[in-house]
């Protein structure tokens, strides 16, 4: 289950960012419905994760954002790092999972989160598709990626 543990590990920091950035952030437009819609897509995919998961769910760490969640630029430049994380995260990953409902939760989730990264390049001006093929990164390269960040602090 180290692969399902994984992924687990990498869904909450989305929702609670993605919740605090709505509800104090105060984006609008394009950025702001963005945060929105991207949000209820993320504590979807943790319900459904934590459901398909089971008790080998890992519980979800403490996170402190800082400003990123207010601070537009910041937020805009965090999204899209964290949304091409989880990308990168779910396709690492994928040949390693072995229990057919757990790689459909996966499967179901990959195509999203692809569209997220997309639409967060948009906004922010770079090209959401920048090569015709992306490489998986391994659970260790997310994982450092992930504890780059200083969000997770418990």
């Known amino acids: 289950m180290r692969c399902s543990c ?36 993320e504590v ?32 805009k430049a965090t999204a899209q790092v964290l949304e091409d994380t989880g990308v990168a995260a779910y396709l690492g990953q994928v040949g390693n999972i072995k229990t057919p409902a757990l790689l459909g939760a996966a499967g179901s989730i ?18 959401g598709a920048p090569a015709a093929f992306e ?4 659970m260790e390269q997310i994982l450092a990626a992930v504890k780059g960040t200083g969000f997770i602090v418990g």
């Open 110 to 127: 990959l195509p999203i989160e692809a569209r997220h990264a997309g639409w967060i390049r948009d906004i922010n001006g770079v090209s």
């Open 135 to 138: 490489g998986a990164k391994t």
């Open 44 to 75: 979807a995919h943790v319900a459904f994760l934590k459901k398909a998961l089971g008790s080998s769910a890992v519980n979800k760490p403490m996170f402190d954002f800082k400003d990123t969640t207010s601070n537009l630029a910041k937020f």
């Open 6 to 41: 994984f992924s687990w590990a990498r869904r909450p920091r989305n929702p609670g960012g993605l919740t605090e950035a709505v509800a104090k952030g105060g984006f609008t437009g394009k950025v702001g419905n963005f945060a929105r819609i991207v949000k209820g897509h």
